[in-house]
């Protein structure tokens, strides 16, 4: 029993990680249609920040952070993606890439491709006991601030007058802006929004692994669009729960696969990501707005 | 009128350049290395202190009456481009080609080098594949075989450290972890028998950034291990973060992939941790003559080595120089022959033995250095008994 009790902390642990970077991703692309792969970039430069501050106390590296790299997504918005708004899906997706792409080369000519260690938050690198389960307290605070950060996040969405616009403009973009919402307001909020949690994602997730490199990000962002695409693209419950997912069937197949399996676990993995895709192609949670309407 | 003034100035200086480098007395050595992008970290000490080697020589008089100069190209990183790095140095009249630290980066030059027959040196490649059987004659890697490596772990582990139940962690990214674990197991059990494994497991870099599983499963093997093989790489010392952050406290013995400190900030407060590495980079090896390197390279660079494979640059500009010296010839075909009857010759990046099938070095003792309270230091110099053979 302790055996799954711990497995079952890892995995929400790690699938909390993966919820709050596929919400970031899956923010954007309700309403823009547009997968930002440069997400990656947000998580990795908003690490380097902490770690360019992180000397004058962690209150101040949060905040830099957060500042920081809303002021990017927010740029990124308004000079990246903005010209390119209403074109193609697939130069949407270019574009994504080329920012990616730029950030990433960005951070190694500054920084080097060397990793750096960065010891953040280093008292929540202790196990303590609970009930026979040794489990490191910062899983239990991952997964803690994630379901803070989610309900927090839920409640601007469905509360506050730029979360109904956004909720609305998700559902229906045109017919939001014929309704009098600001496309460019909603759409810069989205970006902030995602930033700040591309923020969260990134503190969390180093504070576990303790290395910052320029391509931290990219990992977690690759799973936070498998999690869009399983939770259902579009579904921002659906890109939640669906990372959530995904870091459950990895941690559960680690624990539970045979020894000789294990190597081939990551098979296993998109094997279930397949079988969901094959039996609901429109993902685990599909949008009320994503149904054909005839 | 500026413009074409400026113009002439340009065509003379580009039309003197290979002019200067053809000269007879001189001769080039050529870098075909990452100077950018994700690679470059890992050739950048080994190209500052092979610069180190070559000021060396020329100081004592230069080789065969010639001085040393140096061309460099940048393969940015890119397998692709590596074999325009090394046509680009060869084309300014490079003898000798250096390649970067490691077999999938460095083979697409050494190749190049190859069909052109000179000699071509990776600074640290580990993979035995660097040389007859995977590039050809001419190629060469001045590391140590993980064959040796994992024995000299498994007879440290096992002799010095009087450990006698390993608990294995393996990362299946890296050809070279992979090929560490195996050979540290196979002497490992010559030692120790079935029993003395308590446990196996492995991540794969590229999937496991977060390797709680691995954690937990080895957090339950703890009472019955004695000590933790390592073979973890680049993001290293975030796995050891987080095995630590579980209260997995056992001695953890790695290769030289996690040598250097730069890692150390996601561990401050490590203790129990020894790794391989060519040399000690804090001052305190065992040979004075490494000491001595790391003081001037500190000098000349204003920081110390990052990682000991620094010394593998300089112990290839050192090679290729003793085995040209010997041929009285620049002649690849010559110099081969020369590298090919070194046995226990004895270089700043240790003892270096090469023969006409094997252009990487199986029996070369390795310092250890064990890092305590987030401080290093030197525990000595080590060698294996017994050494699993390598297979191709």
């Known amino acids: 029993m302790t055996w799954f009790v ?99 080369n960005t951070l190694v000519l500054i920084f080097g491709a060397r990793p750096s260690g960065l010891n953040i938050l280093p008292e929540l690198s202790q196990p303590i006991l609970i009930g026979g389960v040794r489990l490191p307290i910062i899983h239990l605070v991952t997964i803690a601030v994630t379901v803070l950060l989610l309900a927090a996040t ?58 910052v490199e320029p391509r931290l990000g990219l990992h977690l962002a690759l799973i936070g669009f498998v999690a869009t695409v399983v939770g259902g693209m579009g579904s921002l419950p659906g890109a939640v729960l669906g990372g959530l997912a ?29 079988l969901v895709l094959v039996l609901r192609p429109q993902g685990l949670f599909r949008p009320a707005s994503a149904r054909e309407r005839v | 009128m500026i413009r074409s003034g400026t113009r002439i100035l340009l065509t003379t200086a580009i039309a003197a350049t290979p002019l200067a480098a053809f000269a007879q007395d001189e001769v080039t050595v050529g870098f075909a290395i990452a100077l950018s992008g994700f690679v470059a970290p890992y050739d950048d000490g080994p190209y500052k202190a092979a610069q180190l080697a070559i000021d060396d020589i020329n100081a004592k008089g230069g080789l065969l009456g ?66 007859v059987q995977g590039i050809g004659p001419n190629a060469y890697t001045m590391s140590t075989a993980t064959n040796h490596q994992g024995a000299i772990l498994a007879e440290f582990a096992w002799n010095t450290l009087g450990k006698r139940s390993v608990y294995i962690l393996n990362d299946l990214q890296v050809e070279y972890n992979k090929s560490l674990c195996s050979n540290f197991e196979k002497r490992w059990r010559e030692l120790a028998g079935g029993e003395g494994v308590a446990g196996y497991d492995e991540y794969n870099a590229g999937n496991d950034t977060v390797i709680a599983a691995q954690v937990s499963r080895m957090k339950e093997a703890e009472a019955k291990a004695d000590v ?14 987080q095995i630590r952050a579980a209260g997995v406290n056992l001695p953890m013995i790695t290769g030289e992939s996690m040598d250097g400190t730069y890692w150390l900030e996601a561990v401050p407060d490590l203790k129990d941790f020894y790794n391989l590495t060519y040399g000690s980079i804090h001052g305190d090896d065992p040979s004075a003559r490494v000491n001595d390197f790391v003081a001037r390279f ?20 050192e090679a290729w120089a003793l085995a040209v010296e010997r041929a009285g010839s620049f002649d690849a075909d010559a110099v081969r022959a020369k590298l090919d009857e070194f046995a226990g010759e004895d270089l700043l990046v240790g003892k270096t033995t090469f023969s006409k099938d094997l252009h990487i070095n199986n029996s070369r003792p390795m310092t250890i250095v064990k890092i305590d309270g987030g401080k290093v230091s030197s525990v000595g110099l080590f060698d294996a008994e017994k050494t699993p053979e390598i297979k191709f």
């Open chain 1, 6 to 104: 711990q497995a079952l902390v890892d995995a929400t642990s790690i699938g909390s990680i993966y919820a709050l970077t596929a919400l970031g991703i899956g923010l954007i692309f309700g309403i823009m249609r547009l997968i930002n792969f440069a997400h990656a970039e947000f998580i990795t430069i908003a690490a380097y920040v902490v770690m360019l501050t992180i000397a004058f106390g962690f209150p101040v590296a949060l905040f830099a952070a957060a500042a920081g790299v809303l002021i990017l997504a927010l740029l990124s918005e308004r000079l990246a993606f903005r010209p390119v708004r209403g074109a193609d899906p697939s130069t949407l997706l270019i574009t994504s890439f080329a920012l990616s792409y730029l950030l990433q």
């Open chain 1, 154 to 211: 839920g409640a601007f969405l469905r509360k506050t007058r730029m979360g109904i616009e956004m909720r609305a403009a998700a559902a229906d973009f045109e017919m939001a802006r014929l309704l009098g919402i600001r496309a460019n307001r909603v759409i810069a909020a989205a970006f902030g929004l995602s930033g700040v949690l591309a923020t969260a994602a990134a503190i969390l997730y180093v504070a576990q692994t303790g290395v």
């Open chain 1, 246 to 274: 995904v870091g459950m069937v990895t941690v559960f197949l680690q624990v539970l696969l045979p020894a000789d399996l294990r190597p081939y676990r990551e098979a296993f993995v998109y094997l279930a990501v397949i």
């Open chain 2, 66 to 131: 010639k001085k040393i100069v140096h061309v460099a190209a940048d393969t940015a990183s890119d397998p692709a481009q590596g074999a325009t790095a090394a046509t680009d140095v060869l084309s300014k009249g490079a003898e000798l080609v250096m390649v970067t630290c490691d077999f999938d980066f460095g083979a697409p030059a050494a190749l190049v080098a190859q069909s052109q027959n000179k000699i071509a040196f990776s600074s640290c490649a580990a993979d035995a594949k660097f040389g």
């Open chain 2, 228 to 241: 933790v093989m390592f073979c973890g790489a680049i993001n290293g010392g975030s796995y050891v973060r």
């Open chain 2, 298 to 317: 500190t000098k000349a660079q204003g920081a110390a080595p990052v990682t000991g494979h620094a010394l593998t640059g300089y112990g290839v500009i």
